[in-house]
C-alpha cells in the first residue's frame, strides 16, 4: 500500500512562505497526490492536488518531483489562518482516502 | 455552492444507548463518505457510498454501526449500542465521483463530536 511521511510538525513565521514537504517513494504511475489541512474543530478541507505537473491554485502551489518520489505543498505567505494539520495523501489505483498523521504547522506571529 | 450540513453538531449519550447522524451532501455529488475521527488521530473511513449503494464498508464495525442513504441524497450514521470507544468525530464528506479514480477531491462537513459516558 503506497504510502506517504512527512514531519510531524513544522513552524512559520507570518507573512513568510511555507514549504511542506512529503515523500511518497512507492508511488504508482496513475497515484494522484492530494492535500488536505484541518484546522481546529473543522473538517478537513480540500487544498489542492496534482499528478505530475506542478499545480496552482487561489490557496497554494504543489511542486512535484520529476520522479514522482516526493512533494511539496507551498504556501507563499502564511497568515495565522494557515495554522492546522496538513495531510499529503495518495489516491487513485483503486485506493481510498487514507489519512495519516500529517504534520502539525504552526504559525509564528 | 453550500457545503456538506450535519447535524447534530454534539452529542452526548450513556453507553448502551442509541444515536443517529444526518448528513445532506453536496448537491449533484454522487459519492458519499463517512469518517470517524478519534482525538488525536487521522480521520478513519468508515463506509463509502455510490449513489444509494454501498462501495466500502469494509471497516465498519458492522454489530453495531449502520448507515443508508436512501434516494441517493441524505445520509444517516447509526449506532446502536454505544460504546465508550466510540467517543469521537464522525465527518460527513461528499464528492463528485469516486475517490478511488484519483481527481475528484472530498468536500467534509465540520462533523458530530459524540461523547460516550
Known amino acids: 500500500d503506497a504510502k506517504t511521511t512527512q514531519p510531524n510538525s513544522m513552524e512559520s513565521n507570518e507573512e513568510e512562505p511555507v514549504h511542506l514537504p512529503c515523500n511518497h517513494s512507492?508511488?504508482?504511475?496513475?497515484?494522484?497526490i492530494h492535500w488536505y489541512r484541518q484546522l481546529p474543530s473543522q473538517g478537513p478541507e480540500y487544498v489542492i492536488h496534482?499528478?505530475?505537473s506542478n499545480v496552482n491554485n487561489r490557496m497554494a502551489s504543489l511542486a512535484i518531483a520529476e520522479d514522482r518520489k516526493s512533494s511539496t505543498l507551498i504556501l507563499h505567505r502564511a497568515t495565522l489562518r494557515d495554522a492546522a494539520v496538513y495531510y499529503c495523501?495518495?489516491?487513485?489505483?483503486?485506493?481510498?482516502?487514507?489519512f495519516g498523521s500529517g504534520t502539525q504547522l504552526t504559525v509564528l506571529p | 455552492e453550500a457545503g456538506v450540513a450535519q447535524s447534530p453538531r454534539y452529542k452526548i449519550i450513556e453507553k448502551r444507548q442509541s444515536v443517529a447522524f444526518w448528513c445532506n451532501p453536496i448537491?449533484?455529488?454522487?459519492?458519499l463518505y463517512w469518517y470517524q475521527q478519534i482525538l488525536g488521530q487521522g480521520p478513519k473511513l468508515l463506509i463509502q457510498?455510490?449513489?444509494?449503494?454501498?462501495?466500502?464498508d469494509s471497516q465498519l464495525p458492522k454489530d453495531r454501526f449502520s448507515a443508508e442513504r436512501l434516494k441517493g441524497v441524505d445520509s444517516t450514521l447509526k449506532i446502536q449500542p454505544a460504546k465508550l470507544e466510540d467517543s469521537a468525530v464522525y465527518l460527513c464528506?461528499?464528492?463528485?465521483?469516486?475517490?478511488?479514480?484519483?481527481?475528484?477531491?472530498?468536500?467534509f462537513g465540520n462533523g458530530t463530536r459524540l461523547t460516550v459516558t
Open positions: 464528506a461528499s464528492s463528485l465521483e469516486p475517490v478511488q479514480g484519483g481527481g475528484s477531491p472530498l468536500h
Open positions: 512507492t508511488i504508482s504511475g496513475t497515484d494522484y
Open positions: 496534482g499528478l505530475t
Open positions: 495523501i495518495l489516491t487513485g489505483s483503486a485506493r481510498q482516502l487514507t
Open positions: 448537491s449533484g455529488h454522487a459519492t
Open positions: 457510498f455510490q449513489n444509494n449503494g454501498v462501495v466500502d
